[in-house]
């Protein structure tokens, strides 16, 4: 054991323990899985969006060789139950989402029955011998149109479009007008959040194995919840949860699309047990981009109460939420997570936000990379340029003049929470800093006076993350973890959330090594098992650092404490007399190491009285608060005046996530996340025609940011620690996301300031921006800027101050 | 299976594989890179019976010099042609283009045969091939043929390959340093939305252009060309020429570009691709 004290694991920007088998291609994904006499599923789905179904004919398909059965709603839907909706949404009008359609199919791509074969390949020729007959039904696919009278319904037995009607407010409406009527001005903008595709590279797939002798399910699936699952698949298969156990084996992405329990997955559980074998199912691409969540789709119309100092006062919002066919697991929480954001970084004495969330035959939408905070942050963020644009004030100082400083700090906003640290205006100075942003305005005149389309765009943003606290969820926000000092004085970690891929299988251990003065390579982290890893909450909502990672520093605490009675016993000193250091016990110049004390507390011949034998402890962390990441964004742009092709030039990136485990992971998310806002802002969005078709069912029409789309990013960061967890950390693994999108689309909306353009709806393709140069077109007649205001100045050079700065890693 | 099933045969002559295509008539298909064929039998928008693969024909691989003109074997793949030092200097149209096909994977699979046999609308060497007056060498049952590029690509993904034909090689001139070929991509697929081949023959003072991604075929803009006949390549009269690079044709509309919007990219892309290729002597 090391001497010398070492320099702690944490804050090292260390390369993950995922990677070489991740990169060696030696990770074991749910295909690679071979289960002796496994049987193979392949769905038949709807090429209608809206549709009675009048026949099905499986007779062929029964009579394949190798085909062992064909299933239609009729034989299962009893046993696979109804899938769970598990948001808080009082008066949800929950159209009963069952296993396949019975009787009507309500998207494309809608299960409608499932054959069973002894390989995949069997299974999907006889997929396509399913002979479905069909009487299409009239269509739904526009949010705004389907709330109006006389639309034809989604779902016809609800006897309407709307799904749920939710509104939060400050409080006091009263207040809320006499702000909106003492303005100076009210603005207001209607912004459309277009549908994503969140497309994992790994598609989702499942293998059910029933153990009959024990009654027990063992259900291996791409999910980023197990926990979740084991608690939910009871319900739907009649299960026992103590008989279930749910493994998550590598996941290949999930950004949300993973936070859900499927159909497949009851249906494959189901089956297994029905026919005593193994059923295996695999999503292909197809399936992939049709019948997994799609994410976003908000339609909203903005209105802000600002004085002609820049005083913001209120903020209304009235969004339509576009749900799809089916609430999904939380479909309706997400627009609500966009309520609680509403008013961001901001100042606002009041705002009120009314969601109607509409049935459409679509896919249903859920939580995807940032769930309903890119929503907010992109409205507030627009907003805040097209205010500051509009009374010609430089957008960051209207910024700092409408944020809270330091001293504000735990700071509650008009949407009732409590922001638990932060120092926006050291961000956004080192953010300038960094993009050199004097030199950027310079680049930028000369740009224009040259005639090109440049234009730079800041966005600052505050998010809430480690979802969360008990009582403000709707199934427990806790996590948990346990830690085992194994016989031989290694470490097992085990924890409750469920990375997929966010590497907390490094930053756990370096956090375990440090506090058990352990080397790393002697900490082994397990997770994704729900017989290894009993309980947990999972993964999403930038959770499992903050709230995992603290379940582990618990269980540590206890067994450290339980540790030293035994050396003192061992040592026969007082257990306040030892010190603790680089894995020691020590006292009068004796010590013992983790070597020495694991066997002697499981060999159990010399302990303490009333000590237990064994080195383990679990913990559940139950958070006060959220935790409130922020930071500032700034992004250069310049648009090719003839193509509206737009170039990122610059981009930097200031995030505040806390205390950094380990910088390089942090980086990773921040990138990833700059990323997936590159593909919203300026090319991605799910299609549906009039009909109801998904035109962008594949990679060919559905446009993925690709390496070459991503320049070179700036990154860096400061800490403001969170009280909310002693680690003080934040979470980080949608900040990139929710910081990028509004400030990217603020750097193209400058650059087309010049010609007038107030704003424009992602996604800011070419032909959409060529439109808006060359054809004068904005989004649904929004208001051009006034000649006289096009040549303003945005953006003064004028030093706004760096203020202290914690100087992160930049 | 994914696709329909098939069966599969790998011929080691072009005599075989034109046997072979002649045994199983309209059941059979060639199958050369498998970049856009496998694709669509995967979605079971091809589903032939029969497939013969060409990759072990020898004879249809590899880029040579004949009679004053460069011979490029069918089952040349697109890394291959980008990587020829040979073409960079005799015909740097095609190295200047293969680079834009795809990525790696595909163009370590890709070939110019099959990409111009598939004759995709949105594809990047058809419109190489017409800008170059390429002649394709065909062999069949009853012997070999030439076809001009002119007159090869008929419509949307139809050539005037006739059954049992095999695409054998393409033939080109060499040309000068002054080539270009500018495209926009579609986003989603990376083919061209719009792509402009140009070659500007400086001692026949001529231009030739072509255009993919626009309409249902490329094609060569004659009016373009006309425009240019004659005079100096003076900035303003290839901006003037440009114009009508789109004129008379049957655009293209969907998601990607509206029919107005590839029409103006065009228009920018011939200009700038003649711009560039006039630059470069
Ligand atoms: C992800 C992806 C991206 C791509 N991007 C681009 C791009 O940017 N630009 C672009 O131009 N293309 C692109 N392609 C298409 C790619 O270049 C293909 O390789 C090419 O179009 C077809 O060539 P192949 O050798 O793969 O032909 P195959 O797929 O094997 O065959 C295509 C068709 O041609 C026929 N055929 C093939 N060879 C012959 C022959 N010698 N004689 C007669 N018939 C023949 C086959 O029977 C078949 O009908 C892309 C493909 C993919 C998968």
Sequence with gaps: MADTPREPYVGRAMKRVEDPRLLQGIATYVDDLRLTGTLHAAFVRSPYAHARITRISTAAAKAAPGVVGVFVASDVNQACGIVPCAADMPNLKNPQHRALADGRVYFVGHAVAVVIARDAYTARDAALLVDVDYEP???????????????????????????????????????????????DRVIRQRMVHQRLTPVAIEPRGCVASYHRGEQSLTLWTSTQIPHLVRTLLPGMIGVPENKIRIVTPEVGGGFGSKLNVYIEEALCSHLAMRLHAPVKWIETRRENMSATIHGRDQIGDYEVAV????????????????????????????????????????????????????????????AYRGAGRPEATYLIERMADIVANELRMDPIRFRQMNSPTSSDFPFATACGLSYDSGDYHAALAKARRLARWNELLDTRARARKDGKLFGVGVSTYVEICALGPSKAMSAGGWEWGCVRIEFSGKATVITGSTPHGQGQETSFAQIAADRLGLP?????????????SHYGRDTYGSRATVLGGTAIVMCIDKILAKTRTLAAHLLEVKPGDLTF?????????????????????????????????????????????????????????????????????KYVAVDDCGPQINPLLVAGQVQGGIAHSIGQVLFERTVYDEQGQLITGELMDYPLPRAHDIPEYVLGSTVTPSPSNPMGIKGVGEAGTIGATPTIANAVMDALYPLGVRHLDLPLTPEKIWRAIHLGEDDRGGARIPEADRSAPRYTTADVGEGALEVGNV | MISAPFDYHRPSSLAEALSLLARHGDDARVLAGGHSLVPAMKLRLAEPRVLVDLSRVA??????????????????????????????????????????????????????????????????????????????????????????????FTDIMQTALRPGEVLRAIRVRPTGPSVAYVKTEQKASGFALCGVAVVVDRAANRVSVAITGIAATPFRASQVERALEGGPLTAERIGEAARVAAAGAQLLSDMHGSADYRAHLAQVNVRRAIVRASART
């Design chain 1, 307 to 366: 004085k002609n100092d820049g005083t913001l006062l209120a903020i209304k919002s009235r969004t339509i939420a576009d749900i799809g066919s089916y609430p999904q697991l939380l479909t309706p929480a997400v627009p609500t997570l966009t309520g609680l954001m509403l008013t961001g970084c901001y100042k606002y004495k009041a705002m009120r936000m009314d969601v109607t969330g509409v049935y459409t035959n679509k896919m249903s939408t859920d």
């Design chain 1, 137 to 183: 039904l009239p269509v739904v696919t526009d949010p705004e149109a389907a709330i109006k009278p006389g639309s034809p319904l989604t779902h016809p037995d609800l006897g309407t479009n709307v799904a749920f009607e939710w509104s939060m407010s400050t409080g006091d409406d009263a207040e809320l007008e006499r702000l909106f009527k003492s303005a």
């Design chain 2, 59 to 152: 004879e249809l691989r590899g880029i040579s010099e004949k009679d004053g003109r460069i011979v490029i074997g069918a089952m040349t793949t697109h890394a291959e042609l980008a990587s020829s030092s040979f073409l960079a200097a005799k015909c740097p149209l095609l190295t200047e283009t293969a680079p834009q096909i795809g990525d790696i994977q595909v163009r370590n699979k890709g070939t110019i045969g099959g990409s111009l046999a598939h004759a995709d609308p949105a594809a990047d060497w058809p419109p190489v091939a017409l800008a170059l007056d390429a002649e394709m060498e065909v062999a069949g049952p009853s012997g070999s043929r030439m076809i001009a590029a002119a007159g090869f």
């Design chain 1, 581 to 649: 250091e680089g894995g020691r016990f020590s006292a009068n110049g004796k010590s013992l190491g983790w070597e020495d004390l694991a066997p002697a507390a499981y060999v159990a011949k010399n302990i303490p009285p009333g000590f237990e034998p064994g080195l383990e402890a679990s913990s559940f962390f139950e958070p006060e608060n959220f935790t409130f990441p922020f930071g500032t964004h700034i992004a250069a742009v310049e648009i090719d005046r003839e193509t509206g092709e737009t170039r990122i030039v």
């Design chain 1, 520 to 532: 790393i390579e002697d900490v082994v982290v397990l997770h994704g098992d729900t017989n290894v």
